[in-house]
């Protein structure tokens, strides 16, 4: 088994934000083939984060977290339903969560979540997270005690693949990811 070490940070210089936009492109234009609006309108407010691999310090996941604001969700348009019976003082959506190809079966999925859990606790007053999750990873998520919120459905826009909300409480799936990571090594 390799063991690998990840360094979590905040975006905070220009040339962070645009490696982190370079890396977002080369997914999304890989993985779903679709081609992003680099920043888009919530990237002004959101607060965006990469994850490095501490030996080779390349950029190998990246994730955002959107509060509401301006009546919205980054969400909001594609899952109306759902989205507009969350309390905004209350959560703040996960999105854009990216990880590189080669690393993708190395739990960074949950290294993001477990390490956004930690900053939310740490930071904001939000006490519940939401995302918009493709079908084939709402098992993996339950895992650290997330539930799924409405019906799938195929976003147009997401290249008509079918997305589900899924919503957790912060300091749970804080404390389910701490006692899964701490019996294996990253």
């Known amino acids: 088994m390799i063991e690998r070490r990840y360094l ?12 982190l936009q370079h890396f977002r492109q080369i997914i999304y234009t890989g993985k779903q083939n679709y081609i992003l609006n680099e920043p888009d309108r919530f990237d002004t407010y959101s607060y965006n984060f ?18 509401y604001k301006n009546g919205e969700f980054e969400a909001t348009s594609m899952f109306q339903e759902v989205v507009s019976e ?11 969560v990216n990880v590189k190809k080669d690393y993708r079966n190395n739990y960074l999925h949950a290294v993001l979540f477990w390490e956004i ?6 930071n904001l007053p939000h006490q519940k997270f939401f995302s918009l999750c493709e079908l084939n990873l709402v098992r993996f998520y339950k895992e650290f005690g997330v539930e799924t919120l409405g019906e799938p459905k195929k976003i147009e826009k997401r290249n008509n693949k079918t997305y589900v909300i899924i919503a957790g409480d912060v300091a749970t799936v804080a404390s389910l990811m701490y006692q899964k990571f701490t019996k294996i090594k990253l």
């Open 86 to 96: 969350l309390d905004p003082a209350n959560y703040i959506q996960l999105n854009r």
């Open 117 to 122: 859990t930690k900053w939310v606790q740490q």
């Open 50 to 67: 990469i994850l490095k691999d501490a030996t080779t310090l390349d950029l190998v996941a990246s994730c955002r977290l959107t509060p």
């Open 8 to 19: 979590f940070k905040l975006v905070e210089k220009d040339e962070e934000y645009r490696s």
